[in-house]
Nanobody, 120 residues
Framework: QLQACGGGLVQVGDSLRLSCAAS????????WAWFRQAPGKEREFVAR????????GYADFVKGRFTISRDSAKNTAYLQMNSLKFEDTAVYYC???????????????WGNGTLVTVSS
């Protein structure tokens, strides 16, 4: 029901935009989020957005670099990533849930992962 895409291989300092499209149902009353998991590390929160109001929230390590947004007409959320760093390399996952949370276990719906590789 959630399909993430947009990952790829980029260089340090480049930009990339991830998309997460919903199908089969409407998530307009939910909160959406992006998480990531780097090799050998646990999954961590990146950004979230309250769908109804557009209010965002970010992990400290992406503030000022990443922007989460949504397009209600397309039922799609985005993660614009600028000034990418080597340590941003990870599989990125989108999720939807009824709670505006940074905790992954509070999200009910998960998309496939999309790999972002940042080379130095």
């Amino acid at each position: 029901q959630l399909q993430a895409c947009g990952g790829g291989l980029v260089q340090v300092g480049d930009s990339l935009r991830l998309s997460c499209a919903a199908s089969g149902r409407t998530f307009s009353s939910y909160s959406w989020a992006w998480f990531r998991q780097a090799p050998g590390k646990e999954r961590e929160f990146v950004a979230r957005i309250r769908w109804s109001s557009g209010i965002p929230g970010y992990a400290d390590f992406v503030k000022g670099r990443f922007t989460i947004s949504r397009d209600s007409a397309k039922n799609t959320a985005y993660l614009q990533m600028n000034s990418l760093k080597f340590e941003d390399t990870a599989v990125y996952y989108c999720a939807a849930g009824s709670v505006f949370s940074s905790r992954d276990y509070e999200y009910d719906y998960w998309g496939n992962g999309t790999l972002v590789t940042v080379s130095s």
